[in-house]
Structures are given as structure tokens and as C-alpha cells.
């Protein structure tokens, strides 16, 4: 262990073994070729969230040939079903678990090919805009079933429909056409990997793809390939939800029969984690969660629990995103073993609060079984697993340009409550408006549809209404706009407040003057923002009760209406990385901060800014109820972890307690040293799977722009 103090867990503790070190040594040579897939699906909107260039040349190709198809939805399905049956086969003979995409280069014939092909593509097909994936399957069904029983579902489905029924009996009958030709193309795919691997002579190997997804999973290796198999085509970033909760069966089974071990089932699940680099595009996040609560209310603490957290040490890079359900009252070993594993720079787990978020759910109108059942569907937007059609970061609301959007066209404020009324008018019709046009987008995706046919299948009601995700086929259909940049609002208004209308150093025109020229000549002022005026994250009643306003605004804001599927409207406040796309395009802002500079990264104070600690810091942060914004909290943390001893150990617990105490959501943390971030930016070559969290996700340090690697460094470094 790199730590002097070790907390004992009732599993073995194993080394990674050598299969797992040769698969993530590929893993992380995989991700220099990602970073071309992700410059080009940065660039084109059009194109599926996470698609490679392979895929999109052969699902292009097969647009054109659909083109006799007699709706838009179905042709794009029987395109994204010849796309999937002749995905490349890709096979190693280290494989536990297989399939992977390719996403090297095309050549310069093939870029060529692509260029023509989707340029015919774009000029006939509406675009897939608005929110895909970002949601947990019901994977259980796919262990249960298996692909045959999900088609079986299908025909009893379909022989209930009413020919009388014109209008219902098409539009289901399309949905069911549509899910079918996609699960038989992902057969006829599992096919390939079995022939291929047959020929190999990797027979073993052969004989698990024979069986799964086609037919359920009767073995612990088979419900991982069956899950993977079905994940990796998707792309997108659907999670497999709680795997400790219906995996433990199949774990418990084979160990009672002799075929399977602690250690063996160990390297099972590290294989199974190492997959989601090479096909999950960089820059993403994909998650799952261990522990917690079941959905009737009983503790999740089993041998896979523990083994799933042990995989975090062995694989060691930024996917899968691996969560901790907290609860009051949960072993304490448990949460020694996060705060231990946290303290090696992991960035994994985060902690969710599974007393006050399933609580939340359910009064936001979800079914206790089911809000029980959630999941921090890609960073920290928390979803119902198996049954949802939320939007999450739908869309994006950035905070601070909308406070200088309003001073650019009004100044005179008599006093700081009447800016105040000001900016909440100009934020709620901002929201608003951002709602009717994630309106607009839904009802294009109702038409001509987006999200994926097997997604539809692993999610309740689509099967049995007969509609997909996008025609409103899920239980709950909720959008969750996010707000970004809260806590450097919250900031810049109360220093609009002591320098203009207490202290009266200079006017509101002086003041946006100074900030439309970045600064320029007044680092005096900047610096006297940042040294002299308050700052939200102290523990400071009158900041804390402004911070608890501001929140509670940004809940008022969201429209009461329902959305176009029937769904609410929920904030959230985190930034996934959009803290520093935002701030790029952002002029300098009252609290201090330069025109391009990132914004604040979670839902905690600004960096640098809380100066008393990170107990005052968590206190602040709780003061404003985050049980409303189901959309996600990221609070982000930087603690001295280094050298964890026992009085550190019951420090770092007793934060996440209390935190936890007061309905803190999410709680994320890194450990790394301010001289080790230091050492990374010079020499980045020696730092390459240098893991930070950025704002809700983890990723590696040394592959962000100076400019984000900035902020994190500058954020509180809290000795314990």
C-alpha cells in the first residue's frame, strides 16, 4: 500500500495481475487515438454523440442506401442497424471480456470517401439535437432475458396491437420494427465476435460470445460480456447503474460452485472497467455507483461492494466514473476504504448522499422503489435507473454573462436590491426561453427520433407503451437545466455591493468600464476584490444567507409548466468542463475575475476564495438546500490526504458526515499536492495518468488546457 495507514476489508486484498496491467497499458495508449475521435465530434453536430469516423463513413454509406425506407426514424434505424452488424471485429487473446471499437485514422482515401458521403448526409437529415444517453439501463432485464427473450417481449407485445387503430398501430408498430432490426443486427454482430474468436482458436472465449447477450447470463463472465457487449456499441454514455445490487447473485453462485474466485472474480471486474476507455469518447464521463440503500431501504454491503472499490486501484484512470453510496449509519470500514483509496490520488469514489437524494426523487414524483434506484447518470445529474428520459445540462445557463449581459444595457441602479430584481428578470426569462427550445428539440426527436431503439429496450415503459425514449416512452421525462458560474455570481454581486453601494469607491459605469478593459491599470481594485470584500465560503452568516438566496432563485427560475413529454424542469449547478468553455466567452466579472478565465468548477465557493478552511467551506456550502437540484451538485475538494493516519482517517470521515448531515448531494475529492500539479504542468510527459477532478467528472491532468489546469490548482488545498 503507498499509504502508512491501511484499512483492513473483509475481502482479499490482491495485486493487479499481469493480463490487467497488459489491457490498461493499451487503454492508455488508447487514449492518444481518442483524442482525434473527440476534436471531430466536438466540430460536428450532426453526427451521434461518440460515434467514431468508422462507424459514421459505414452508417453514412447505409443512409443512402435506406433511402426507400417510408419513414425518416426508420431509416436511421435500418442505417444504425447495417452500421452495427458490420462493426469491425476486434479480438486479443488477453480478452476476459471483448468487443471494442476502431477508432484509428482513416486513411486519406477514406477521409475523402467520408467528406463526400456526409456531405450528402447533412443536407437531408435534421440534425440530432438535444440530450442522448446520460441515463442507467436496466441491465437486469438483458442478464434476465437475453436478447432472444427481449425480441420474444416484442412479438407479445406486438400481437396485442388493434389494426382499427390506424394512428396507434403505425406508430407502435414502427417503434417495434425498430427495436427488432436493431437487437437482430447486434446478433447478427455477436455472430462475427464468435466465428472470428472460433477461428482464432480462442474457444473459450468463442463459447461466452455464443451465449450472451443472445440468451441470459447464467455466470458471473457472462453477465459482465452480456452488459459490456450491449454498452460498447451504444457509444453513448449509458450507465450500468448499481452493479454490486444484481450482480451478487451470479458472483455468490459461482463461488459456491467452485468456478470462480475472490481473485478471479477481481480480475473479471478489472477487464470489464478497463473497457469503457476504449470506447467511451474522452472528455465524457460514464458511471456507476456500489452501496447505498436497496430500493426497500436495506444496506448494500456485499463482496462485490468491496471488490468494485479495490478495481479502482488497479485500473487507475478516469473511466468508469465509480460512486459510494452514503448513508447514516453505513459501515464505517466502508467509508474508511473510500477515504483511503481518495487519499491516493484516485479521485474515486465520489460520495452520494442515498438518504437525501432518493428523498428528493421521490418528492420531485418518482416511486420510492424507484428514486431508490438512481444513479449519477454521466458526472453528477442524478436519473432513475431503467426508467428515464431525462435531459440532463439542458441547457446550459452561464450565470455570470448573464449579470454582465444586464449591466452592458442598465447601470443605474439606485440600490443593490434593485440590480438584484433586475438580474432575477433577466434570468428567468433567460430560462425560459431555454426551456421553449428544449421544446422544440424534443418534438423534432418525437418526429424523426435520436436516442437509440436498444436503449428503448432496458428502459421502462418504452417496450410495453410502444413508444421510444423520444416519443415519451420512459416513466419520467424530466429536463434538468444547468446553471454554471453560481458561486462566481454570488461573489460578484456582493462586491458590486460593498464597492458601489456601501463604500461607494466608484460607480456601477466606472466599475463595468474597468471590466470591459479586463482590468487594465486596476490590479489595485481586482486585488482589493479579492483581499478585502466578502466572499461566499466562509461560514459568514450574511454571505451564506445571500448564497442561500441566490440558490433559491435559480429554483424559481425554472419554469412550472410541464416539459413536452410531460416532465418537470429541475436545476442543476455543476460545470462538467463547461466552467471553462463559458468562461472563455465571458468579460471580466466583478468578483475579481479576468476575461477568459474559467469559472468556478462545482457547486462549491469559488477557488481560492474560501480562506478558512474546509470545514467552513462545507458549512457554507450547505447552508443553501441542494435537495432541489436534482440536476447535480458537484463540491469539489482539495485535501491534504497525503500520509493517511488514523486521526486523519476520522478527520476526512467526520467532514463526509457532516457534509452528508445536511443534505449535502455530492461529495468529490482530490488529494493530489499543489507541487505535484506543479511538476505536472512543466513536465507533462511524466504525468500521464495523473487523475484530478475537474467539475463532476475525472480526467487526467495533463491532456486539459493551461487554462483549466490553472483553475484547478488554485482551488483550496485543506489540511486536516
Known amino acids: 500500500m503507498q499509504n502508512a495507514y491501511a484499512v483492513k476489508i473483509p475481502v482479499g486484498r490482491y495485486p493487479r495481475t499481469e493480463r490487467v496491467t497488459k489491457l490498461r497499458e493499451r487503454a492508455l495508449r488508447a487514449i492518444d487515438t481518442h483524442a482525434m475521435w473527440y476534436q471531430r465530434s466536438e466540430t460536428n453536430a450532426d453526427d451521434r454523440y461518440g460515434w467514431d469516423d468508422r462507424q459514421l463513413l459505414s452508417f453514412y454509406k447505409a443512409w443512402l442506401r435506406h433511402r426507400d425506407a417510408p419513414t425518416t426514424l426508420l431509416r436511421r434505424t435500418l442505417a444504425e442497424a447495417d452500421m452495427i452488424a458490420s462493426e469491425p471485429v476486434i479480438i486479443s487473446g488477453d480478452d476476459l471480456i471483448c468487443g471494442q471499437p476502431n477508432v484509428t485514422a482513416l486513411s486519406d482515401a477514406e477521409r475523402k470517401e467520408f467528406e463526400e458521403y456526409r456531405t450528402q448526409y447533412i443536407h437531408q437529415v435534421p440534425q440530432v439535437l438535444g440530450r442522448t444517453g446520460h441515463m442507467g439501463l436496466r441491465f437486469e432485464k438483458l442478464l434476465e432475458l437475453g436478447i432472444e ?20 398501430y403505425t406508430e407502435k408498430t414502427e417503434f417495434y420494427d425498430c427495436c427488432e432490426v436493431q437487437l437482430r443486427a447486434l446478433l447478427t454482430l455477436e455472430d462475427r465476435y464468435a466465428a472470428e474468436a472460433r477461428s482464432r482458436g480462442f474457444n473459450e472465449l468463442a463459447e461466452l460470445i455464443e451465449r450472451v447477450p443472445r440468451k441470459p447470463a447464467r455466470t458471473f463472465r457472462e453477465a459482465l460480456q452480456s452488459m459490456h457487449f450491449y454498452s460498447f456499441i451504444l457509444r453513448d454514455l449509458f450507465s450500468c447503474g448499481r452493479p454490486d445490487r444484481y450482480l451478487i447473485n451470479y458472483y455468490r ?11 478471479a472474480a477481481l480480475e473479471l471486474i478489472d477487464c470489464w472497467n478497463l473497457q469503457y476507455t476504449f470506447y467511451t469518447r474522452p472528455t465524457a464521463a460514464v458511471s456507476y455507483i456500489v452501496g447505498g440503500l436497496a430500493p426497500d431501504g436495506t444496506p448494500v454491503c456485499n463482496e462485490l461492494t468491496w471488490l468494485f472499490l479495490q478495481s479502482i486501484e488497479h485500473v487507475r484512470l478516469a473511466y468508469p466514473s465509480v460512486g459510494l453510496g452514503y448513508f447514516k449509519g453505513m459501515d464505517e470500514n466502508l467509508l474508511a476504504y473510500a477515504c483511503e483509496l481518495l487519499s491516493q490520488n484516485l479521485t474515486h469514489p465520489a460520495i452520494f448522499n442515498d438518504d437525501a437524494i432518493p428523498a428528493s426523487l421521490h418528492a420531485s414524483g418518482l416511486a420510492m422503489e424507484h428514486a431508490r434506484n438512481y444513479i449519477n447518470s454521466t458526472c453528477v445529474e442524478i436519473t432513475p435507473i431503467g426508467c428515464s428520459g431525462f435531459w440532463a445540462t439542458s441547457p446550459y445557463h452561464s450565470c455570470p454573462k448573464m ?5 452592458g444595457t442598465k447601470r443605474d441602479f439606485k440600490t443593490i436590491e434593485e440590480l438584484k430584481s433586475a438580474y432575477w428578470s433577466w434570468l428567468f426569462s433567460e430560462v425560459k426561453q431555454g426551456q421553449i427550445h428544449q421544446n422544440y428539440l ?18 421502462d415503459d418504452c417496450l410495453a407503451r410502444g413508444k421510444g425514449i423520444d416519443q415519451g416512452g420512459a416513466l419520467y421525462n424530466h429536463v434538468l437545466p444547468d446553471f454554471i458560474g453560481a458561486t462566481n455570481t454570488i461573489d460578484a454581486i456582493a462586491d458590486i455591493e460593498q464597492l458601489v453601494f456601501k463604500e461607494k469607491k466608484l460607480s456601477l459605469d466606472e466599475l463595468y468600464e474597468i471590466l470591459c478593459n479586463n482590468f487594465s491599470g486596476h490590479e489595485d481594485l481586482r486585488q482589493y476584490i479579492i483581499q478585502k470584500c466578502p466572499h461566499f465560503g466562509n461560514n459568514e452568516a450574511k454571505m451564506d444567507a445571500w448564497g442561500a438566496e441566490f440558490y433559491q432563485k435559480l429554483v424559481e427560475s425554472c419554469p412550472k409548466q410541464e416539459t413536452l413529454r410531460g416532465g418537470k424542469v429541475i436545476p442543476g449547478a455543476f460545470a462538467f468542463m463547461m466552467h471553462e468553455d463559458m468562461g472563455k466567452v465571458c468579460m471580466a466579472t466583478p468578483d475579481g475575475r479576468l476575461a477568459g478565465e474559467a469559472f468556478n468548477g462545482g457547486s462549491d465557493p469559488v477557488s481560492g476564495r474560501d480562506i478558512k478552511g474546509p470545514t467552513a467551506s462545507l458549512l457554507s456550502t450547505t447552508t443553501w438546500d441542494q435537495r432541489p437540484f436534482l440536476g447535480g451538485i458537484a463540491v469539489n475538494m482539495r485535501l491534504n490526504l497525503s500520509g493517511m493516519t488514523e486521526d486523519k482517517m476520522i478527520a476526512v470521515k467526520s467532514l463526509i458526515k457532516t457534509f452528508m448531515a445536511r443534505n449535502g448531494f455530492e461529495l468529490q475529492v482530490n488529494a493530489v499536492s499543489p507541487e505535484t500539479l506543479e511538476n505536472a504542468m512543466r513536465e507533462p510527459e511524466k504525468y ?20 483549466l489546469q490553472r483553475e484547478i490548482l488554485a482551488r483550496s488545498y485543506g489540511e486536516l
Open 149 to 168: 427473450g427481449i425480441l420474444s417481449e416484442i412479438d407479445i407485445h406486438r400481437q396485442k396491437l388493434d389494426e382499427n387503430k390506424p394512428l396507434e
Open 688 to 707: 500521464a495518468d495523473l487523475l484530478v477532478r475537474i467539475g463532476g467528472y475525472s480526467d487526467f491532468f495533463v491532456r486539459q488546457y493551461p487554462p
Open 253 to 263: 453462485k459461482d463461488i459456491a460452485e467452485g468456478k470462480l474466485t475472490e481473485e
Open 403 to 407: 449579470l454582465m449581459d444586464l449591466l
Open 442 to 459: 424534443q418534438l423534432e426527436r418525437m418526429r424523426n427520433g435520436g436516442e437509440s431503439p436498444l436503449a428503448a429496450c432496458l428502459v
